[in-house]
T-cell receptor, first 111, second 117 residues
Framework: DQQVKQNSPSLSVQEGRISILNCDYT??????FLWYKKYPAEGPTFLIS?????DKNEDGRFTVFLNKSAKHLSLHIVPSQPGDSAVYFC??????????FGGGTRVLVKP | DTEVTQTPKHLVMGMTNKKSLKCEQH?????MYWYKQKAKKPPELMFV???????INESVPSRFSPECPNSSLLNLHLHALQPEDSALYLC????????????????FGPGTRLTVL
């Protein structure tokens, strides 16, 4: 049973536009959510996180939104840059437990 | 020093070999993790060490044996692996288990690409 799902396996966006990545979860015990970016042949790089007590967290070009009632979070990247082309994983954790990753979304930013 | 290092980068081994993967961090993190990642799949947790003690084993076969010699080092000893164990093995670390979230932000190494023949 996949507790964290990223339903879009890929996303293509023009440079300068907004990239919106979505993530849904089923476990209501999750209280902390993270986004990671991964280039080929490298480990995932932490991007941004959000606690369940918040509904928005912003860091530069990256903003994460959390809708607890819908069990949905999203990552907005604006403006998108060619260097943002990578696979993005959302992950969730419950207190005293492990990270559960979604399946990833491959983002391609076209110049 | 804000990185997690892993050696070797690539490893090819036969099914009868014994080898070890190494991971090191100097960020003062007290939790360290081993993950396995197959192509086009998310990372899957294998082991968690908290304050140098094994706290989570995700029902990993005994041919994988983790070791945490000190707070900065994490090893994964491999013996009698199968070809289906070929994958990218990722090490990660985080500040630890304090606070509301066990995992906090985990910092990943570049991984070891393992091929079992």
């Amino acid at each position: 049973d996949q507790q964290v799902k990223q339903n879009s396996p890929s996303l293509s966006v023009q440079e300068g536009r907004i990239s919106i990545l979505n993530c849904d979860y089923t476990n209501s015990m999750f209280d902390y959510f993270l986004w990671y970016k991964k280039y080929p042949a490298e480990g995932p790089t932490f991007l941004i996180s959000i606690s369940s007590i918040k509904d928005k967290n912003e860091d530069g070009r990256f903003t994460v939104f959390l809708n607890k009632s819908a069990k949905h979070l999203s990552l907005h990247i604006v403006p998108s840059q060619p260097g943002d082309s990578a696979v993005y994983f959302c992950a969730a954790s419950a207190a005293g437990n492990k990270l559960t990753f979604g399946g990833g979304t491959r983002v391609l930013v076209k110049p | 020093d804000t990185e997690v290092t892993q050696t070797p980068k690539h490893l090819v081994m036969g099914m009868t070999n014994k080898k070890s993967l190494k991971c090191e961090q100097h960020m003062g993190h007290r939790a360290m993790y081993w993950y396995k990642q197959k192509a086009k799949k998310p990372p899957e947790l294998m082991f968690v060490y908290s304050y140098e003690k094994l706290s989570i084993n995700e029902s990993v076969p005994s041919r994988f044996s983790p070791e945490c010699p000190n707070s900065s080092l994490l090893n994964l000893h491999l013996h009698a692996l199968q070809p289906e164990d070929s994958a990218l093995y990722l090490c990660a670390s985080s500040f630890g288990t304090s606070g509301r979230s066990f995992s906090n932000e985990q910092f990943f190494g570049p991984g070891t690409r393992l091929t079992v023949l």
